[in-house]
Nanobody
């Protein structure tokens, strides 16, 4: 079964950087798209970024374009999101997700497997 384990969250001041990791196991992920979503207290889950494992195609939410970069390491079966110029509004629980043979979609319905999440808190 697919297992996704996020790490790298924490407390950071505005303007700082964090790198989140998502270690994936249980499948061969070459036909998967991997996504990052976030959910702040009292708000709906929102798309952050996604990458197609096979060719590295990416998709970003407008709110993070130019600040966040998603990448993958095939050898480690790990997906990353480098988050720079963090803002207080980036505060949320960040979840990794995996979807089989989907386009690089921002729709959460495209992802069947989800991790437990890692908390990111950005202070002003």
């Amino acid at each position: 079964q697919v297992q996704l384990v996020e790490s790298g969250g924490g407390l950071m001041q505005a303007g700082g950087s964090l790198r989140l990791s998502c270690a994936a196991s249980g499948r061969t992920f070459s036909s998967y798209t991997m996504g990052w979503f976030r959910q702040a207290p009292g708000k709906e889950r929102e798309f952050v970024a996604a990458i197609r494992w096979s060719d590295g195609s990416t998709n970003y939410a407008d709110s993070v374009k130019g600040r966040f970069t998603i990448s993958r390491d095939n050898a480690k079966n790990t997906v990353y999101v480098q988050m720079n110029s963090l803002k207080p509004e980036d505060t949320a629980v960040y979840h990794c997700a995996a979807g089989w043979r989907v386009v690089v979609t921002s729709r959460s319905q495209g992802y069947a497997h989800w991790g437990q999440g890692t908390q990111v808190t950005v202070s002003s």
